[in-house]
């Protein structure tokens, strides 16, 4: 049975807050899970300390038993210091698209064509 360490959702419509759940991967987001390990509300400020409540006891077991975190579950984690996450590498994304790209050449071949002004 993979475990999972993630948030579902609760709370009602246009007010969310996430428990933060071990469940089996298979059950859906918002339903059946292992035990509840804390909670979310994204509603408050930042520097609200009920915004983010762990129970980092449990979570270190369920993470020693084989638990895997969501990539925002990480991210809490890794902002407690129980787990380091992982650096992410994406070199597609810095890639300009082919219009943009082409407009670029455009634009430093008309720079580079057009003769430079005399200061005065």
Do not use: C
Not at 34 to 42: A, K
Not at 64 to 71: E, I, L
Not at 80 to 94: D, H, Q
């Amino acid at each position: 049975m993979p475990v999972v360490i993630r948030m579902a959702r609760a709370g009602t419509k246009k007010r969310p807050i996430y428990h933060i759940v071990a469940a089996d991967s298979r059950s859906p987001r918002d339903g059946r899970f292992i035990e509840r390990l804390g909670f979310f509300n994204p509603l408050l400020p930042k520097d609200n300390q009920e915004r983010l409540k762990l129970d980092l006891d449990k979570i270190k077991e369920w993470i020693k038993k084989g638990a895997q975190p969501s990539d925002r579950v990480m991210r809490f984690l890794d902002g407690a210091g129980v787990m380091k996450r992982p650096a992410r590498s994406n070199p597609e994304k810095a890639v300009p698209r082919k219009e943009r790209k082409a407009r670029a050449e455009e634009a430093a071949k008309a720079a580079s064509a057009a003769p430079a002004a005399p200061v005065s």
